[in-house]
């Protein structure tokens, strides 16, 4: 299965664009539709495309939200931040012309925090730009770890976590409301992603090449820059990573950025209605509890404490170190 639960091998297959009589297509300004290029509708809601809907989502985010983006940004129950991110991946507002209008929300800004919030966005889009002049400068990092390591690092294999990763179905509320998101709109918060890229690439122990893959796939702002950087960031081989020993926590992430799972309920219909406190407390419940409370919602497939201290071990193996020349291998969050 595929996007928004799509088999690719049930879809038409698409025409060549050559072959399109455009003078024949119906739609906006005689753009041929979908349907004229030969594919369904995607299942997947999507934000309005094109100029017009990038400028006011812009306009929109630089009268208001901006000035809560610092504070907020990470709440993902609360969609404070841009939601620019495919505008800029096919161009359809460019990245000057959101510079310039944080700018100006700098100018209106009331007060030091609301300018400091402006300064943590335009931040981020320094980020877009920094991860572009990595790819252009290390176009191997598409395939390869851009940080080396003495040896190997031994990524597991095992399809059906792979498997359960890609459906939703881990057993940890946080990460399977984020790869839900992805299913449903083709896009995933940024919190979420890093949270499901540790997931993958610490608690499973699968290589981060497999999750950017599925990504590529199914991101409507696939942008390879900043995918790649996102995805080696969070497995601990890339320019600026997460520190190998510096493991996400899924329970903690989930009840310090969803603390009353008003976004896992969104997307994990199994725990809708369901008190938060046995949402973030699912991994430690009985079968009988978690039987009780929502029979259809599967338990943990891994043990997140017994998982960290491995993948932990085998970073140290990479690294041809012994447990005691190690990082201080006690932090997580
Ligand atoms: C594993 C992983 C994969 C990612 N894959 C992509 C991807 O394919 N395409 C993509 O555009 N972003 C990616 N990101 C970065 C980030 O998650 C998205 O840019 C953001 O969620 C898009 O939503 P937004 O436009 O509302 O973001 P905002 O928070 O409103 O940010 C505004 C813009 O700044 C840029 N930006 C924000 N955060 C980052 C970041 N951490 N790194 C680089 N640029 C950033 C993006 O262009 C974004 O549209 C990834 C992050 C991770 C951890």
């Given amino acids: 299965m595929s996007r928004a639960g799509i088999d690719h091998d049930q879809r038409r297959r698409p025409v060549s664009l050559a072959d399109v009589d455009t003078d024949e297509a119906e739609g906006t300004d005689d753009l041929p539709t979908l349907d004229d290029l030969g594919f369904d509708d995607p299942e997947s809601d999507l934000p309005d495309a094109g100029t017009e809907a990038a ?3 812009l306009e929109a985010f630089c009268s208001e939200d901006i000035y809560r983006y610092d504070d907020r940004r990470d709440y993902p129950a609360e969609g404070t931040t841009s939601r620019l991110s495919q505008d800029l991946k096919y161009g ?19 007060s030091d925090a609301e300018r400091e919030s402006v300064e943590a966005y ?45 459906a939703g179905e881990t057993g940890y509320p946080i990460v399977d409301a984020g790869m839900r998101q992805l299913r449903r709109e083709s896009y995933m918060h940024n919190r979420l992603r890093m949270i499901v890229a540790s997931f993958l ?14 990504f590529c796939q199914h991101l409507v702002d696939h942008n390879t820059g900043n995918d790649n950087g996102g995805w080696q960031w969070a497995a601990s081989t890339g320019t600026d990573a997460q520190p190998y020993f510096r493991v996400f926590n899924p329970m903690t992430q989930g009840e310090r950025y969803d603390p009353d799972g008003e976004y896992i309920a969104e997307y994990v219909p199994e725990l809708e209605g369901i008190d938060p406190d046995v949402i973030h407390s699912w991994h430690e419940l009985s079968d009988d509890e978690r039987d009780e409370h929502a029979p259809d919602y599967p338990a943990p497939i891994v043990d997140h404490s017994e998982r960290r201290e491995e993948a ?22």
Avoid at 140 to 165: G, P, Q, T
Avoid at 201 to 208: A, G, S, V
Wanted: hydrophobic share 30%; aromatic share 12%.
């Fill in 55 to 57: 400028r006011e989502r």
């Fill in 92 to 110: 359809t507002i460019g990245i000057r012309e959101v510079y310039e209008r944080t700018v100006e929300a700098a100018d209106d800004a009331e």
């Fill in 122 to 166: 335009q931040e981020e889009l320094a980020w877009r730009e920094f991860y572009t002049q990595v790819l252009y400068y290390n176009p191997n990092v598409v395939s390869r770890n851009y940080k080396e390591y003495e040896n190997e690092i031994e990524w597991r294999e095992n399809d059906d976590h792979l498997d359960a990763w890609k």
């Fill in 201 to 214: 690439t610490k608690d499973l122990m699968l290589d981060w090449r497999a999750g950017y893959e599925h």
């Fill in 312 to 333: 932990i071990s085998m970073f140290e193996r990479a690294r041809g170190e012994d447990e005691d020349e190690a990082g201080d291998g006690d932090d997580e969050n």
